[in-house]
């Protein structure tokens, strides 16, 4: 047969569809394509996780912010009761040293009343002692009554026991010395007697 000019087609010619070349420009449009698709899911996967860390940077940020505010909300308060505190007992120590003065001027009226002619004396020292007492009360110092009560270790130092069966056991009998609260805190314990129940005398055998 006459060679007429034509070439055959063959599926892996260049202009066959599946049979298109590495090199065919559709071939490698096709690849771009699909490079930017993967290169921008890529970048959206990379976003979404460094959104993910920022969101639990501010989260963990907030946390420690809230800790904070707490903490100085907290500060503030402990600042302002050692304030309040430092106020109320100041002047603890200066008191307390005023103390063995009224204690020797009520010393001195109870021997003064055992002495003939001494009112003058007597009512001059209590007024004194009455003075002092009323300038102390007001800086939060008061006296409390320890005779007919119950012994409280917490306010009373016992120095003796008296046996007696005059009133229950476990009571105060007699002050030796006032106790004093300063702003109701105890600022010195009374030192008392406290009763106790009389010792059974053993009978004798006839």
Known sequence: MADTGHKEFSPGSETGGEGLSEEHPETKSH?????????????????????????KEAKENLDRLLRTAADFENFKKRAAKE????????????????????DNLERAVNHAEKVVDTGVLIEGVRLTIQQVLQTLKRFGLEAFDSVGQPFDPERHEAMLMVETDQVEPNQVVEEFQKGYLLNERLLRPATVSVSKAPAKESQAVE
């Open 31 to 55: 690849k771009n394509h699909k490079k930017k698709k993967d290169d921008k899911d890529r970048d959206i996967e990379e976003l979404k996780k460094r959104l993910e860390e920022k969101e």
């Open 83 to 102: 304030k309040e505190d430092y106020l109320k007992y100041a002047n603890e120590d200066l008191i307390k040293s005023i103390l063995p003065f009224i």
